[in-house]
C-alpha cells in the first residue's frame, strides 16, 4: 500500500493544500480552496479521481489546530474517511514551526506553510493520533463560553472596588476575600455612603446575612464617610456593576449546571471533589482538559501535557534556568493553581509540602508550583486507579517509592571511563568529581558492610 501526506494549511476562509510520498516527492502541487460547500465539492472530487487512479493509496491528511478555522475541514475528511483510506489528525502548531526552524527556511507563506505539514507528519508519523476526536469537543466551547463570562465578571468586580473607594470606602473592608452576596445587595439598595447613612435599622437587616448589630454599624460608618462622590451619577454607575456581576453569577451557575449535567464523566467529577481543595468548577475544568486519563503513559506525561514538567540548561560545568516550562495552554495551569492555593491552606497533606518548600527557602509561587505538580500527580492516580482521594494510602504510596528506589548508584554516563583528575577540567568540573567520587564511595561501603534495614535508615539520615 503506497503512503501519502496531504498538508492543509487553513486560514479564515480557505485553506491550502498540498499531496507529497513518502519520499517527500510532490505529487499534486499546493493548490487552495475556500471553506465552502463548493470548496469541499472540489476536494471531494479531487480525491475520488485520486483514488480512483491509485486504488491501492493510503491518504494522511493534516491540519494544524488554529482555533477551530480548521474544524469544517477536519470533519469534511473524517466524513471522506468513511468512504475512502484516508486518515486525518489536527497537529499541534509547535511542532511544525520547529521543524521549519530545523530546516532553515526564511520564508514562510501559507503554501510553504502546507508543504511543512505534509513534510512533519512523514518525519514524525509515530508522534500523531489519526482520526481521534477530541474528547468533550463540545462542551469545551460551553467551557470556553463560562471562562469569558468568569473573566467578565472579575472585570466588574474590579471596577465595582474603584468605585466603592470614591463612593463608600468603608464597605471596602468587607470585600477583603472578595465581595460577599450580602454586601451586593446592600449596594443595589444603598449604592453611596450618603444613601446608606438614611438608611433605617429595620429595613437593612432584613437583607439575608445582615443582622440589626450588623446594620446599625454599617449606617453608622457611612454617616462618618469621608466619601468624595455621592452624586446619582455615581449611584447609578454602582447599581449597574451590581446588576451586571449578580446577572454573570446566576449565569456561570447556570452553564455549570448544564456542562455537569451532559459531562458523560459524573464518577470522574466526584473523584476529583474528593480532593480537599478541588472544587465542581475545578474538576469539570480538569476533567474537559484531560479527557481521559489512559492518553498519558504515567503521571509524567501528564504534567508535561500541563505545562508543569521542570526545564533547565545543563552545558559543561553549569546548570541554570531550572523552572517550571509552562508550555501549552495556561488555563489548565490557572485552575491547578487555585486548587494549590486552596490546598496549601486545607488540605494537610498539600500544606506540610507547601510549608516545606518555604522553610527551604522557595518564595510563594515556586512552592505553589511545587503543590500543582503532586496535586495533578495524585490526580492522575485517582483517575487511573478510579478511588477517591485517601491521604492515607498516598502516603504509603510515598514510602513504598522511597523504599524500592534504594540508593543511587552511578552506572549511567561513567559506565566505560571512571572520572579521571588528569583530565583538563576546570575547578568547578573537578570539585563536583571529588563530592560524587565521595557519596559514591560512601555509599558502596554501606552497601558492603550493612544490612539493606541499617542501610535504609542511614540513606535517609
Request: charged fraction near 30%.
Amino acid at each position: 500500500m503506497k503512503e501519502y501526506s496531504m498538508g492543509i494549511d487553513v486560514s479564515k476562509g480557505y485553506a491550502d493544500i498540498i499531496l507529497l510520498n513518502f519520499k517527500k516527492e510532490l505529487v499534486e502541487k499546493s493548490f487552495q480552496l475556500d471553506d465552502t460547500s463548493a470548496g469541499h465539492r472540489v476536494l471531494k472530487t479531487k480525491l475520488e479521481i485520486f483514488f480512483t487512479n491509485n486504488p491501492e493509496a493510503i491518504i494522511y491528511a493534516a491540519l494544524e489546530s488554529t482555533g477551530g478555522y480548521e474544524n469544517n475541514w477536519y470533519r469534511l475528511l473524517r466524513n471522506l474517511g468513511e468512504e475512502m483510506a484516508i486518515q486525518v489528525a489536527r497537529l499541534n502548531p509547535i511542532g511544525v514551526k520547529h521543524y521549519w526552524k530545523a530546516k532553515m527556511e526564511k520564508n514562510i507563506t501559507d503554501k510553504i506553510s502546507a508543504k511543512n505539514i505534509a513534510e512533519y507528519q512523514i518525519v514524525h508519523k509515530e508522534k500523531i493520533g489519526y482520526s481521534k476526536e477530541p474528547c468533550f469537543s463540545s462542551l469545551r466551547k460551553q467551557w470556553k463560553f463560562v471562562r469569558m463570562i468568569t473573566k467578565q465578571k472579575t472585570q466588574f468586580y474590579n471596577q465595582l472596588e474603584s468605585e466603592l473607594y470614591l463612593a463608600n470606602p468603608e464597605m471596602l473592608i468587607h470585600c477583603r476575600n472578595g465581595v460577599p452576596k450580602w454586601v451586593l445587595q446592600v449596594l443595589k439598595k444603598y449604592p453611596t455612603a450618603e444613601k446608606l447613612s438614611k438608611a433605617k435599622v429595620n429595613i437593612l437587616s432584613k437583607i439575608p446575612y445582615v443582622t440589626a448589630m450588623k446594620a446599625e454599624v454599617l449606617i453608622s460608618n457611612a454617616k462618618r464617610s469621608v466619601a468624595s462622590a455621592g452624586d446619582e451619577m455615581a449611584a447609578n454607575l454602582i447599581v449597574c456593576l451590581v446588576e451586571q456581576i449578580q446577572s454573570q453569577e446566576a449565569l456561570i451557575k447556570s452553564q455549570m449546571d448544564y456542562i455537569e449535567a451532559k459531562c458523560e464523566l459524573p464518577r470522574e467529577i466526584e473523584i476529583l471533589k474528593s480532593f480537599i481543595g478541588i472544587s465542581t468548577y475545578t474538576a469539570i475544568g480538569l476533567m474537559l482538559e484531560i479527557g481521559t486519563v489512559d492518553r498519558f503513559e504515567d503521571a509524567k506525561h501528564l504534567a508535561s501535557y500541563f505545562g508543569l514538567h521542570p526545564v533547565y540548561k545543563e552545558s559543561g560545568d553549569g546548570r541554570k534556568g531550572v523552572h517550571m516550562s509552562k508550555q501549552g495552554r495556561s488555563e489548565p495551569r490557572a485552575l491547578l493553581y487555585m486548587a494549590a492555593k486552596t490546598a496549601a491552606a486545607r488540605n494537610p497533606q498539600i500544606k506540610e509540602i507547601f510549608t516545606k518548600q518555604i522553610k527551604q527557602g522557595k518564595c510563594y509561587n515556586s512552592a505553589i508550583g511545587v503543590c500543582m505538580h503532586k496535586i495533578l500527580r495524585i490526580v492522575y492516580g485517582m483517575l487511573k486507579n478510579k478511588e477517591m482521594y485517601n491521604p492515607e494510602k498516598e502516603k504509603e504510596y510515598q514510602e513504598k517509592i522511597t523504599t524500592e528506589k534504594g540508593p543511587k548508584i552511578d552506572t549511567g554516563l561513567r559506565r566505560f571511563q571512571p572520572p579521571d583528575q588528569s583530565a583538563p577540567i576546570s575547578r568547578k568540573q573537578n570539585k563536583k568529581r571529588k563530592e560524587r567520587e565521595k557519596a559514591q564511595n560512601e555509599i558502596n561501603s554501606l552497601i558492603a558492610g550493612s544490612d539493606p534495614r541499617s542501610l535504609e535508615t542511614k540513606l535517609r539520615l
